[in-house]
């Protein structure tokens, strides 16, 4: 079954703490992408990635980290740093520039 | 730099109604133009996508969306809306050298019965 996951669906963090956001894909896609999404505010770009083992960082990075070691997989931490935590993260994924992405389920981040 | 807009945060249908909402587009060439839906809690799916061509471009669910160059516009139309439509719609081009895409803010559609 094709497709993109992500988990947990809902994830909580507390004070100071770091916590790390899960994207697999089995669509043999190139490149991966994080947004965020808060209500409004249409989608914004966190991270993305071309190809293993390089990424770069998007409009919003700060607070954020990822990794690229496998194709399959790139996961986002959202780290302490990062001071309004709470929103909904979707990982997309596309075979290069310009072309359609896919999205993920998305995964909500809520802090206790 | 790309951007787009969609002028209407929520629209309220009649179902069975038609439907329109708009978007309009910044770009620097002939942009590729993509409409995606997200239901609540849901990730994004792509509904129907301009690359070149014919400027009419049919997609899922009955939806269809025409290209106007002169009018920077990409806009999104259903002749009958169904209950099941109530969700949420982004417009996007690509932002270019980065490959990801630049969203409108959204239109919410709520369908009457």
Request: some cysteine; charged content about 20%.
């Amino acid at each position: 079954d094709g497709g993109i996951t992500q988990s947990p669906k809902y994830l909580f963090r507390k004070e100071g703490q770091n916590v790390t956001l899960s994207c697999e894909q089995n669509l043999n896609h190139d490149a991966m992408y994080w947004y965020r999404q808060d209500p409004g505010q249409g989608l914004r770009l966190i991270y993305y990635s071309q190809i293993v083992n390089d990424f770069q960082k998007g409009d919003i990075a700060e607070g954020y980290s990822v990794s690229r070691e496998k194709k399959e997989s790139f996961p986002l931490t959202v780290t302490s740093a990062q001071k309004n935590p709470t929103a909904f993260y979707l990982c997309a994924t596309g075979q290069g520039l310009q072309e359609t992405q896919y999205f993920g389920p998305g995964t909500r981040l809520l802090v206790l | 730099a790309q951007s787009v807009t969609q002028p209407d945060i929520h629209i309220t249908v009649s179902e069975g109604a038609s439907l329109e909402l708009r978007c309009n587009y910044s770009y620097g060439a002939t942009p590729y133009l993509f409409w995606y839906v997200q239901s609540p809690g849901q990730g994004l799916q792509l509904l129907l996508k301009y690359f070149s061509g014919d400027t009419l471009v049919q997609g899922i669910k009955g939806f269809e969306a025409e290209f106007k160059r002169s009018q920077s516009s990409f806009n999104l139309r259903k002749p009958s809306v169904h209950w099941s439509d109530a969700a949420e719609y982004f417009c996007a081009v690509p932002s270019g050298s980065q490959g990801n895409l630049i969203f409108g803010k959204g239109t919410k559609l709520s369908v009457k019965p």
